[in-house]
């Protein structure tokens, strides 16, 4: 069984198809995403220093003896963001004299109509006119798409890639693998957010990886959806020693928080944890420091935040970490939050107990209780009381922090380990 892997956000595809050929199974990744985080690199290098977003990294790892495997197949030069409007100009007239197009047009549309009534719009010949620039743009620069895509037993599309399955190789069976996309894409005036809730109802089968997304599923009509949790390899994820305090220069008695969450208000209740720790900062007696990530829309609002709050002596800054140096992170930290108002974990918290630390964030274990037979040693906080609440309890109880995190990395052991995750993409294969 031959499995291709499209679309690389976050790295799920490249460490899915890399899970999978640790089975045995032959599985390649398509890796597109030029966003430093989506590369194979950020996953794997040993990567130093700090980067731009889109910073090409493969002649820096290459470098430092890390190549990436020819199991991944990559573009031959960096590709124009497919929400760009590169599709104007010659491109649309030309798009527009090609029958074919108007064909596929036309049957996306016969298609699309059990959707107008939910999403309340209708699918335009712009809209196949930009996906089809997006996947002839890729064509060129990876490979052609319908015999590339023909060429596997079965198509796994990460991120908008959905719809590049949908127009390029109707007749394949394909997998949508969802990491919050289908939260709020698929509704998204936009082309791409027709398309994608069009692909999701096409797929043979829908991934979920976060739990909360099930009631969007249904909105949208599916019930061919199973969970699958992230992408995580416990065998790398592990507890170990770590040198993270001693390149921020704290010591052993000082109290590490460390937060590698995007500062995205809306989303991650970032300012909830800074007023949390403000609390905690006026109450303890314990020298404790939060260490941030200079990363996301809100990030000058939390430095604004913090100067308000006057807690700007205890909190430190990092550029965000390759998943490497990550783990050190959480190795050296003594509590990790994560985000404070979805109730749902991504990749986070999940890496975080694998390496034995304990993690607290917003955990709504109703949302969650369909996804996992046993709730994780989560911590629950979601308002400033309950999160200033828990930080001044565990903070004053290492005992109580080691038990945590203990418990974190058995249940990661049992409910998502790398083995787990893999069998329950063989079942839908």
Not at 60 to 68: E, K, S
Not at 340 to 357: H, K, Q, S, V, Y
Request: with cysteine.
């Amino acid at each position: 069984m031959r499995i291709l892997h499209s679309g690389n956000v976050a790295n799920n595809a490249y460490s899915n198809a890399k899970l999978l050929r640790r089975a045995g199974v032959e599985a390649d990744a398509l890796c597109d995403e030029r966003h430093i985080f989506s590369q194979p690199e950020w996953e794997d290098a040993p990567l130093v220093g700090s980067f731009a977003e889109a910073e090409p990294v493969e002649e820096i790892a290459a470098a430092a003896g890390w190549h990436r495997p020819d199991w991944v197949l990559s573009p031959r030069a960096p590709l124009t963001n497919p929400q760009g409007r590169a599709w104007l100009g010659e491109r649309i007239r030309l798009a527009l004299s090609t029958p074919k197009l108007n064909l596929l047009y036309r049957r996306l549309l016969r298609e699309y109509a059990p959707l107008r009534e939910v999403l309340g719009t209708d699918l335009g010949l712009v809209d196949v006119l930009r996906a089809s620039v997006w996947m002839t743009r890729l064509s060129r620069e990876v490979a052609p798409l319908e015999p590339l895509f023909r060429s596997y037993d079965l198509v796994q599309a990460n991120g908008l890639h959905p719809i590049l399955t949908l127009l390029a190789a109707p007749d394949r069976p394909f997998v949508a693998f969802e990491h919050g996309t289908l939260r709020d894409l698929p509704f998204q005036d936009s082309w791409s957010g027709r398309l994608l809730s069009l692909a999701y109802r096409s797929a043979q089968a829908i991934v979920i990886t976060n739990p909360d997304v099930v009631d969007s599923a249904r909105r949208l009509g599916l019930d061919n959806y199973v969970f699958v949790p992230h992408p995580i390899d416990e065998t790398k994820y592990t507890p170990g020693p770590s040198q993270f305090r001693d390149r921020l220069g704290l010591s052993a008695s000082d109290i590490v928080l460390f937060s590698p969450a995007s500062h995205n208000w809306d989303i991650k209740g970032s300012d909830v944890m800074l007023r949390a720790f403000a609390e905690l900062v006026r109450q303890g007696p314990a020298k404790s420091v939060l260490v941030l990530t200079e990363w996301g829309l809100e990030l000058d609002r939390s430095r604004a935040l913090i100067e308000e709050l006057g807690i700007g002596g205890r909190v430190r800054w990092i550029k965000p970490l390759p998943k490497l140096q990550l783990i050190d992170a959480y190795r050296g930290a003594d509590i990790v939050l994560d985000q404070f108002l979805i109730g749902t974990f991504g990749a986070i918290a999940p890496e975080a107990m694998a390496c034995g630390r304990p993690v607290i964030m917003a955990y709504d274990a109703e949302v969650n209780e369909w996804a996992f037979p046993t709730a994780p040693p989560i911590v629950p906080a979601r308002t400033v009381e309950e999160l200033s609440r828990q930080l001044t309890r565990l903070v004053g109880d290492p005992g109580e922090q080691a038990r945590i995190g203990l418990a974190g990395r058995d249940w990661v052991e049992r409910h998502h380990g790398w083995r787990l995750v893999v069998d329950r993409q063989l079942k839908i294969y």
